[in-house]
């Protein structure tokens, strides 16, 4: 069987069945969705900083602008919620487009760019000038699209397609080339690779996928605030998750999410001195004993992780 068929079957349609299955029989809804929403967005990093070495600070922004996009659709032209998560797929790409030029730079200065123009999306989306199009401050009320159970289910789907985008980039050719210039563009280039175009689709995809994970999210919580759709927080958690997990895998992001984000809820509530404790000494652990994730603890045992 061919090494993305074994993905698919073995990965992907078992993380799809059993999140479809949950609700049914397990009440907390919301700790469910985020789940779905942090492996999404987990894997949405794991595009853009796994295969091309771009570390996304800023990518809120995406989520962010994809929540607005959503919430303009219905809020003034009474969009159906599917198309208007769609729209807000676009908008993110719109954004990234915009924002092409940051792939210019490298490293921190890339990271620190990209910081800075979510939060420069922010401030635009918050701007009270802009209330009879945003709510500028005043937050969005989506009463009227107010339906959890369709959005549970429309994020599964974006996950199992994010989920399926990354089993192809990890056996495809294309993917390949995404590394090759991840670790070295000048022989990457020698080598034929267009390094622009690679690096700008890599981009726009995991955009898109941050766009339309929040055009879902203000789906399922209808009501919210600038400042709650481009919380840092959501950028952080993706980043490591995907990191916790280890980068440029498919199972990676996966493990990250369903630990760190289950140790969360688990006593991050209750006691949140102890998991900010916790927390911190699993990141320091991590960066100093296993930079390649968790993964790597079996690819040193020779075990192949995919």
Do not use: C
């Not at 295969?51 to 996009?69: I, K, N």
């Not at 984000?261 to 991590?286: A, E, H, K, S, V």
């Amino acid at each position: 069987m061919h090494n993305a068929s074994k993905h698919l079957l073995f990965i992907l349609a078992p993380l799809v069945v059993v999140f479809a299955l949950l609700p049914g029989v397990y009440q907390n809804h919301l700790l469910l969705f985020n789940f779905v929403i942090f492996l999404i967005l987990a894997q949405g990093v794991n595009i853009i900083y796994g295969f091309t070495g771009y570390l996304p600070f800023g990518y809120v922004g995406f989520f962010g602008a994809g929540a607005y996009g959503f919430a303009i659709m219905v809020m003034h032209l009474q969009t159906p919620a599917p198309l208007a998560v769609l729209v807000g797929g676009a908008v993110a790409v719109a954004l990234g487009l915009l924002l092409t030029p940051l792939l210019r730079l490298s490293g921190a200065y890339f990271a620190i760019a990209n910081l800075a123009a979510s939060l420069a999306v922010l401030h635009f989306v918050a701007n009270p000038a802009l209330e009879g199009i945003t709510k500028g401050p005043y937050g969005v009320s989506l009463t009227g699209t107010f339906n959890p159970s369709h959005a549970y289910y429309a994020a599964v789907v974006v996950m199992a397609l994010t989920v399926g985008a990354v089993v192809y980039l990890k056996n495809s050719s294309f993917g390949l080339a995404l590394q090759a210039v991840r670790e070295d563009a000048v022989s990457a280039s020698m080598a034929g690779v267009d390094i622009i175009k690679m690096r700008v689709i890599a981009w726009l995809a995991s955009a898109l996928v941050a766009g339309l994970a929040g055009g879902i999210y203000a789906w399922y919580v209808s009501v919210f605030y600038p400042d709650n759709v481009f919380s840092g927080e959501f950028s952080i958690f993706a980043i490591v998750f995907a990191l916790f997990g280890g980068v440029a895998t498919i199972t990676g992001p996966i493990v990250g999410v369903l630990i760190l984000y289950g140790i969360y809820n688990l006593i991050g509530f209750t006691t949140p001195q102890y998991f900010q404790l916790i927390y911190g000494l699993l990141i320091m652990g991590l960066v100093l004993f296993l930079p390649a994730g968790l993964v790597s603890l079996a690819t040193r045992r020779g075990w192949h992780v995919p």
